[in-house]
């Protein structure tokens, strides 16, 4: 019986941690918030994945402190290849990113 009571409160409690370690992992601080356009600047290529192209913004627009805007989009393969202006002079960066996965984020000035 002692084994029964052990065995059933385990598994009434157990449900009960997982949730509180769950929980803890969202009270995470957010990171500063980055000031992002999400709509393509104006002549801007589109056909890329909207997941993608804002996963992009988000990773440069950390990266660069900076406002960042989609200048084109162009699927590649599995993937979808993301230009982005960074500042006021749109300086260029480029991101490879996959199911909103960004692989690669490097700037493309010269």
């Not at 980055?34 to 393509?40: G, I, L, M, N, Y």
């Not at 600047?41 to 406002?67: H, I, N, Y």
């Not at 599995?78 to 690669?104: D, F, H, L, Q, Y």
């Amino acid at each position: 019986m002692h084994k029964l009571l052990t065995i059933i409160s385990v598994a009434l409690i157990a449900p009960g941690l997982a949730a509180c370690s769950k929980s803890d992992a969202l009270e995470q601080p957010a990171p500063a918030p980055v000031p992002v356009t999400a709509q393509p600047s104006a002549g801007a290529v589109e056909g890329g994945d909207k997941t993608d192209e804002m996963a992009c913004l988000a990773m440069v627009g950390r990266q660069a402190k900076s406002t960042v805007s989609v200048l084109s989009s162009q699927p590649s393969g599995a993937s979808t290849v993301v230009m982005v202006g960074v500042g006021p002079k749109n300086v260029p960066w480029r991101c490879v990113v996959s199911k909103g996965i960004v692989t690669e984020a490097v700037s493309t000035a010269g």
